[in-house]
């Protein structure tokens, strides 16, 4: 055989396809990129809640002594709005301890609907606008009316 001959010689090479490989190089920094901002837009603590959040701190009281109401459930909801999907309402289920009082952990500020339900208590249902980093809310409770 020739010395030239490329039929079972190692020096035959192939041309790396660049193509292929600057495509894929470009998804994949992509994905990167796009895991990267994603988990940056979020708040910390694992939340998952974006932009400012409270604290709420729910007062809830009963009858004509202004008593509080322990073992109350206490109904935190908020709207997520959703840039890829439908917008759904999100909900945060408390209870009140000994001294009436019902504290949650982060919820989005803007819109939050409450509501407390008790047995033998009328129930409660109000939206609020909340716009501080910590915010208190008093409930009062009246009992229903006997016809």
Known sequence: MPANSHFGSDTLRHKPNTKNFRGFLFVAIFAIAVGAWAQTSKKDKGTGLVGPTTRLHIAVTG????KPVSEASVYVKWLQEGKLHKSKTLEMDLKTNEEGIAASQEVPQGKILIQV????????GMWFDVNQSEQSIEVHLVRPSSN
Do not use: R, S
């Open 117 to 124: 339900v008790v047995p033998d208590w009328k129930t409660y």
């Open 63 to 66: 009858g004509d002594a202004n």
